[in-house]
């Protein structure tokens, strides 16, 4: 699944592909918001590497569907 996270007052967004369910990486974000107790909130990718955001400066999480393996060019 693709996960796309906008950082407060960057021009760039954070995208990354994870195995876990949509609900799962919501979850995570709905509770690292929700309380406030929570600084960070961690995710992990398909490939290993971990990142870490800052509870306070997320703008928005975009999760989408689940990713089909890719074939060919990327042009």
Do not use: H
Not at 15 to 25: H, P
């Amino acid at each position: 699944m693709e996960v796309r996270i906008g950082i407060i007052q960057s021009q760039r967004e954070l995208n990354f592909e994870t195995d876990e369910a949509a609900d799962e990486v919501r979850g995570r974000v709905e509770k690292a918001l929700g309380g406030g107790l929570e600084p960070l909130v961690a995710f992990t990718d398909t490939k290993g590497k971990q990142y870490l955001v800052a509870t306070a400066s997320i703008a928005y999480v975009e999760l989408g569907g689940e990713s089909g393996r890719k074939v060919g060019f990327i042009s």
